[in-house]
């Protein structure tokens, strides 16, 4: 079975080479380093198959499978938030039970290449989705690009319901080119706004302070509704209770990050204070706003907190302070922030 849909999801197109990834970071006046270098060269080697790229948080992935994607000469490609995508597909199969086979050989098979930003499984119902999805969709000939912070033996890592995940894990470990991207740096950990470490996080409430206009965004299907305020500069400014305290999802995130490039979320509480489920939101919020690459000041009642106050409260722990952190030090000034 699973060779068969080796046979059918190598694409013919031509995929870019390790020369010309390299020739494009260095026009951008970017060093990559050892181990990125080595990820490059497995790259080449997996020709057209589809890709699982893990590692360590911050070493480089999402934006080095980026640069590789872009080079990608097929049209029919698309990059995708890998939570928005699944949420999408559930919906699209609540709409038309009745057709769910068509639902699912259908879906994005208009695209003949998928990136994925964030590749982690840990609900069963999404595990159970993908495991659906996932062998029609290459059988298909679609192409997947994927980043993790998981090798794909760990995807869905609660014991109790890691079984579920086995399907996908056989069909990445068989199907899929599986490169670990290694190393010991953190690029996100790095400052990169020229002494000001911390300009995108302030406890000075003066600093989102400005005069704007109320606003209701629609969400999604059935007339939701979210109140915002933009200033005259157009930048979102939300209160964090509005943004993590009430039921949104990624998708919804999403909607309000394609639309302002540039944000304040206020009164940020401190962690302690939080519910575990507000931290899990903002934990999703922070993944889009990094993933969309949108201009964000977060303005707080306390410090920055630290990756240990985080350890214990929210999933993927590890990669939330880091992609936080960054944002709290504007990366979009380095493209090398992934």
């Not at 098979?109 to 595990?127: G, K, M, Q, T, Y």
Request: net charge neutral; with cysteine; hydrophobic share 40%.
């Amino acid at each position: 079975m699973f060779s068969r849909w080796l046979r059918h999801s190598a694409n013919s197109g031509v995929s870019p080479d390790a020369a010309a990834v390299r020739g494009r970071v260095e026009e951008q006046g970017v060093t990559l380093d050892s181990p990125q270098l080595r990820t490059l060269d497995r790259l080449e080697e997996a020709a057209t198959r589809s890709l699982y790229l893990w590692g360590g948080v911050g070493r480089g992935k999402s934006w080095l499978l980026a640069e590789y994607f872009a080079l990608l000469p097929e049209p029919a490609k698309q990059r995708l938030h890998f939570h928005a995508f699944l949420g999408r597909l559930h919906t699209a199969l609540v709409a038309d039970p009745a057709h769910a086979e068509q639902v699912l050989s259908g879906y994005c098979a208009e695209s003949r290449v998928l990136l994925f930003d964030e590749f982690h499984l840990h609900d069963v119902a999404d595990a159970h989705l993908l495991n659906r999805w996932l062998p029609r969709a290459l059988a298909g000939g679609l192409r997947i690009l994927a980043t993790s912070n998981y090798p794909p033996q760990h995807l869905l890592p609660d014991p109790l319901f890691h079984e579920a995940a086995l399907p996908t894990i056989r069909a990445i470990e068989s199907v899929f080119h599986v490169i670990e991207l290694t190393g010991s740096r953190d690029y996100r950990s790095l400052s990169t706004d020229g002494g000001n470490p911390l300009s995108g996080w302030t406890r000075d409430r003066s600093a989102v302070e400005v005069p704007r206009a109320a606003q209701s965004v629609p969400l999604g299907r059935g007339g939701r509704q979210l109140a915002v305020e933009v200033s005259e500069d157009g930048t979102l400014v939300a209160p964090f209770s509005r943004l993590c305290e009430e039921p949104l999802s990624v998708q919804d995130h999403l909607v309000l990050a394609r639309r302002w490039r540039r944000w304040f979320v206020t009164e940020v509480p401190a962690v302690d204070t939080m519910h575990r489920e507000s931290v899990q939101r903002w934990a999703n919020l922070v993944d889009v706003l990094y993933d969309e690459r949108v201009d964000v000041v977060f303005q707080a009642e306390g410090a920055l907190p630290p990756g240990s106050a985080l350890t214990d409260r929210v999933r993927d722990a590890s990669r939330f302070a880091s992609r936080l952190h960054h944002l709290a030090r504007r990366p979009f000034l380095n493209s090398q922030n992934s």
